[in-house]
């Protein structure tokens, strides 16, 4: 039985007040929900989150990773420096990165690879936008982001990953993917996965995101094959993460 795992993405969002505020209110309503949870923070504030988590069950990451150890990378940052920060978590190919900064699915993988090598837990996110699921190219959209991964890493660090399908017309725009097409997704992710090491892809989480709110969570987690949830909008709201955990 797969441990559900809710984290939530901050994305660009935050200041050292609200911060504080936040994370103070998530630990305070934590209870024994009985789900792993995170937070994926601007790098900035990953010593607050040091600081302020260190002691508690919530754990927290990055939003991406330098493909480089150190040197002349202006405005990187490595995996060893999210390591010096108590990160357990980072994002790798979130698609605002992808479609913002030109992340091709070997860059993506590039990272994924980085990040377990430096005994971070990778987070790689895949999904199809609206323009490939009505061209009827979904499948192969997010195997292929998959696939560029798994070729990247050696097949028993496949149990080391996180995956999150986060279809892009689904982020932030309300429009939740219905459970069924959630699973249908999460299902062939599986599949993809266990192609390469049957073992391990039973015990990967796969996260649902794209407008996961508390209203939607539960029915969305009780599908077989979703392991809980990447959150954007709603986990800047302790309530609105709570409510979701508690979905769980
Ligand atoms: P929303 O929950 O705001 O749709 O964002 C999802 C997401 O991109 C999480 O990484």
Known sequence: MRQKLVIG???????????????????????????????????PYLAQCQAELAGTPVRWGAQDVSIHAGGAYTGEVSAAMLQDFGSTYVLCGHSERRAYHHESNELVAQKTAVALAAGLTPVVCVGESLEQREAGQTEQVICAQ??????????????????????????GTGKTATPQIA???????????????????????????????PENAKELMAQPDIDGGLIGGAALKSSDFLGIIQAV
Not at 21 to 26: E, N, Q, T, V
Request: proline share 3%; with cysteine; net charge neutral.
């Open 9 to 43: 993405n901050w994305k660009m969002n935050g200041n050292r007040a609200s911060n504080t505020a936040l994370l103070s209110g998530i630990v305070a309503g934590l209870n024994d929900f009985g789900a792993d949870c995170a937070v994926c923070v601007p790098a």
């Open 146 to 171: 998959l696939q560029a991964v798994l070729e990247a890493i050696a097949p028993q660090q496949i149990a080391d990953l996180v995956l999150a399908y986060e279809p892009v017309w689904a982020i």
């Open 183 to 213: 699973q249908d997704a999460h299902r062939l992710l599986r599949a993809c996965l266990a192609q390469r090491h049957a073992e391990a892809a039973a015990g990967v989480k796969i996260l649902y995101g794209g407008s996961m709110k």
